[in-house]
C-alpha cells in the first residue's frame, strides 16, 4: 500500500489515546477504533506510521498488528485466545529435559530452568510433572486450572502480547514470570533457546539456525515492548 498520509498524532478519547493520519482515526482490519491504553503505546504506534517511506511496510510495524490484534481478536474471540495461551500449561518446554542419554543436559536445564518452576509453584500454589524426552506426559488438572485462570485475569492488551510471547518462547511459565516482573527479557530469551545455544556450544554455529533466531528475538523483543508500554 502507498503511504496516503503525511503524519500521524495522537489524540485523547474516551478509552485512552487514538492514532489520527491527517486529521483522522486508524481503524483496525476489522473497522474497530484503534483505541490504545496508554500514551506511551499511541506514541510509539505513532513513531511506526511516521517512520513508513512511500511503501507501507506491515512487517515493520509490529506493535501495531499487536494492537490490532487485541482489539479485533481477543476483545472478541476471548475465550478462544485464553485458551490458545493456556494450552501451554498442559505442555510448557521448561517440563521436557534431556533423555537418559543426554544427562549433562538434563543437568544443565535444571540448573537454568528448575528456579522458573520454583517460582511458579510458589506464587501460584501448583505442581509440575518433569519428564525426561520428549513424550508427553499431562499436568496435575489443578495446575491447568490455577494457570488458566491467571491468563484469564489479564486485560486484552497483555493477552495479546502473551499469544505472540508463548508461541515464541514455548513456555507460559517463564512468559508469566515477564507479566509479573520477576524476570526481564534479556534473562528469558537465553533460557528459551537454553538446548538450541548448548548444541552450539557442542557441535558449533549453525549460521541459519542463528538468522532464525535472531528473527525470533526481535518479535520477542517486540511483544516485550508491546506489554511494556501498554501498561504504563
Given amino acids: 500500500m502507498k503511504r496516503f498520509y503525511k503524519d500521524a498524532a495522537c489524540v485523547p478519547v474516551d478509552n485512552g489515546f487514538a492514532i489520527h493520519l491527517d486529521g483522522r482515526p486508524i481503524k483496525t482490519p476489522a473497522r474497530n477504533p484503534l483505541d490504545l491504553p496508554t500514551l506511551r503505546l499511541a506514541e510509539a504506534i505513532a513513531e511506526e506510521w511516521r517512520a513508513q517511506d512511500d511503501d507501507i511496510d506491515p512487517a515493520t ?28 500449561s498442559d505442555s510448557d518446554m521448561l517440563y521436557y529435559r534431556g533423555d537418559e542419554n543426554q544427562q549433562a543436559l538434563a543437568d544443565h536445564q535444571a540448573e537454568k530452568w528448575d528456579p522458573l518452576l520454583d517460582w511458579a509453584r510458589q506464587r501460584y500454589d501448583v505442581s509440575f510433572t518433569l519428564t525426561r524426552g520428549i513424550i508427553h506426559k499431562g499436568q496435575p488438572k489443578q495446575t491447568i486450572s490455577r494457570l488458566s485462570e491467571v491468563v484469564e485475569g489479564q486485560d486484552d492488551f497483555t493477552i495479546a502480547a502473551m499469544l505472540s510471547l508463548v508461541g515464541l518462547a514455548g513456555s507460559l511459565v517463564a512468559v508469566l514470570a515477564l507479566v509479573e516482573g ?46 511494556d508500554l501498554s501498561r504504563s
Wanted: glycine content about 4%; overall charge negative.
Fill in 61 to 88: 510495524m509490529p506493535l501495531t498488528a499487536l494492537a490490532q490484534g487485541a482489539l479485533d481478536q481477543v476483545a472478541h474471540e476471548r475465550d478462544r485466545i485464553i485458551g490458545r495461551i493456556a494450552a501451554f
Fill in 182 to 227: 520477576v524476570y526481564d527479557a534479556d534473562t528469558l530469551w537465553p533460557l528459551m533457546n537454553l538446548e538450541e545455544l548448548w548444541q552450539e556450544q557442542q557441535w558449533g554455529r549453525d549460521d541459519l539456525a542463528l538468522q532464525t533466531r535472531e528473527i525470533r528475538q526481535a518479535e520477542f523483543l517486540a511483544a516485550v515492548r508491546f506489554l
